[in-house]
């Protein structure tokens, strides 16, 4: 077992805290610890990441309060290890990722934490737009829409693109039903190509669009 000097006390905590995750993670990283944990990287626990989110997903969904405290520690630990692994090669730490998310709520958030008057929550999100192009350096529509990240499900990737492209007024009055012609259209292939991935398909019509926006603020 790990040579922890207060070890008995620490297995015997009433209650654990933040910040005993992050030393349980550093132990269990360390030489010593669990021969798993110390051989994961970025890369190895990725998609474990976006398992736990899901499942965190899947219990708000089912309003079940207990499962979703469970899973909402699953994706805390996800957090916990990646900025571990992050550290350890000393590229960031907790306090880089705190700081950076702390500062980026209080940018963001004007009307609270400045002078800033709203009058509502469509306010609210016109300034968080605003603001975070401007600090991404987006000077246009289509820079934004590349910002999505392309990791994304299709379905998802393309709604957030449509939605970017609704803000300059195109497909504004038609949006669900540009959204329907891009889903059916992707549907429609995959049948009439047998082994054709919709998902495939959705994502490069999504890509054509992006580029069809561009185009068209660049006109």
Not at 10 to 21: A, E, P, R, S, T
Not at 159 to 181: P, T, V
């Amino acid at each position: 077992m790990t040579d922890i000097p207060d070890l008995p006390e620490f297995l015997d905590k009433q209650c654990y805290g933040f910040d005993d995750l992050r030393r349980i993670v550093a132990i269990l990283r360390a030489p010593g610890g669990c021969p798993w944990d110390a051989e994961q990287t970025h890369e190895s626990i990725r998609k474990n990441f976006i398992e736990e989110t899901y499942e965190a997903i899947e219990a708000i969904n089912k309003g079940d309060d207990a499962l979703l405290c469970e899973e909402l520690g699953d994706v805390l630990l996800q957090v916990a290890l990646h900025t571990e692994i992050a550290r350890e090669r000393g590229a960031f730490g907790w306090e880089q990722v705190t700081d950076g998310i702390c500062r980026k709520l209080i940018e963001r958030h004007p009307h609270v934490f400045g002078a800033t008057q709203v009058t509502g929550v469509g306010d609210v999100l016109l300034n968080w737009d605003a603001i975070k192009r401007r600090s991404k350096g987006q000077a246009s529509t289509g820079q934004a829409m590349e910002s999505v990240p392309r990791e994304l499900p299709a379905l998802m990737r393309a709604e957030k693109l449509q939605k970017k492209a609704a803000k300059i007024g195109i497909g504004e009055n038609d949006l669900n039903g540009a959204m329907g012609a891009l889903l059916f259209s992707a549907v429609q292939v995959a049948r009439l190509l047998p082994g054709c991935d919709a998902e495939l398909v959705l994502a490069e019509a999504a890509d054509k669009f992006l580029e069809q926006v561009k185009a068209q603020e660049s006109a």
